[in-house]
């Protein structure tokens, strides 16, 4: 099941780039556009080290195709 | 969810199995049927064909030596040349990608990586193809000057295969460093002996499951090309005299890969 995700949207927020993404959780340019991308989902780690850049809970960046359902509906 | 573990299901059902189980058994009887009328018609074959083999094998042991150093030489050099000359190229084309890169668009970014990776793959396949054309030309070296008086061709030879290496390792030198630009997070030196291992303990956790990924797909492909060039050297070997050490090398090299690959995943499991 694919694991959808807001990261751009949050990163364009706070107006940093993926390089500048990725030096803020410890991870590569080519990762945080992997998972912008959809094509790599992250450890809880990492995902925990991004939504605490936000300072939002990691379900308001990742979530399921059922969740993006709920989400709509709301 | 629901269909990928309905899938499952289905894969690990005992009809699944017996389905399976079936479709091997059929596949080893066709394979034996095949090797036994393979080989008795090859046999045949080369019973009758004893004296043409023979002229063959004769034709290239005369006539090898004169290509090891008349051809051999020029290939290895030609061979640098081509692939220098295209490293430099995706080399040039990723530098330029780099430098118009204004730290937000992809596209630039995977344009210069894919060209990157060209580079490194052209200059590992120089160094391999260079030794082993290398191999090939100084093949019974100590006879081969006995035999004809082209020495200074084997300089080209020479020169050809150690300009190929430095040059190789020069251009991986070079990628390494571009890439470090929009990477700055990659570590290693290319002359240090321990790179590859500072190198990945530098990538994060997605770029070493892409690592993990291709090593085992790689893994998977090598078993059945050694498979498969072990059961060709062996039936080739029953009729051609190609000597021992063809099979025995490629069942070597076979095994090393496999068992070293289960310590692997063994000393991985234990959280080593």
Known sequence: M??????????????VNQQEMGALVGASRQTISLIE???????????????????????????YEEDENIGGQE | MKTQNNNHAKIDSPEYNKKSKRGFI?????????????????????DLLKNDIANIGKFLTDNYPLFQVRVMPWVILAFT???????????????????????EDDEHIEIADSHLNKVNSI????????????GLTTYQLMSLFEKTDNSCMFEVAVIAYFAGLILAISQQN????LLKQYAPEKKGSIYDRNFHKVWYESCDEAERQIIGDASYKTMRFMTGV?????????????????????AFFI?????IMTCYYSYTCAKLEHGK
């Open chain 2, 251 to 255: 069942g070597l090299s076979w095994l």
């Open chain 2, 81 to 103: 040349i081509i692939c220098f000359i295209l490293g430099e190229t995706w080399l040039k084309k990723a530098k330029k990608q780099i430098l118009t890169w204004d730290g």
């Open chain 2, 26 to 46: 059929i596949i080893m009887i066709i394979s034996l049927l095949l090797g036994g009328f393979g080989g008795f018609f090859g046999a045949k074959t080369t």
């Open chain 2, 174 to 177: 070079r990628a390494v460093k």
């Open chain 2, 226 to 246: 050694f498979s498969t060039l072990l059961t060709i050297t062996v039936i080739v070997g029953m009729f051609i005299p190609i000597g021992l050490l063809c």
């Open chain 1, 37 to 63: 991308r959809g094509d790599y989902s992250p450890s809880v780690t990492l995902a925990l080290k991004i939504a605490k850049i936000f300072n939002v809970p990691v379900e308001d960046i990742f979530f």
């Open chain 1, 2 to 15: 694919p694991l959808y995700n807001r990261l751009k949207e949050y990163r364009a927020k706070i107006s």
């Open chain 2, 123 to 134: 200059s590992s396949i120089l160094m391999i193809v260079t030794q082993i054309l290398f």
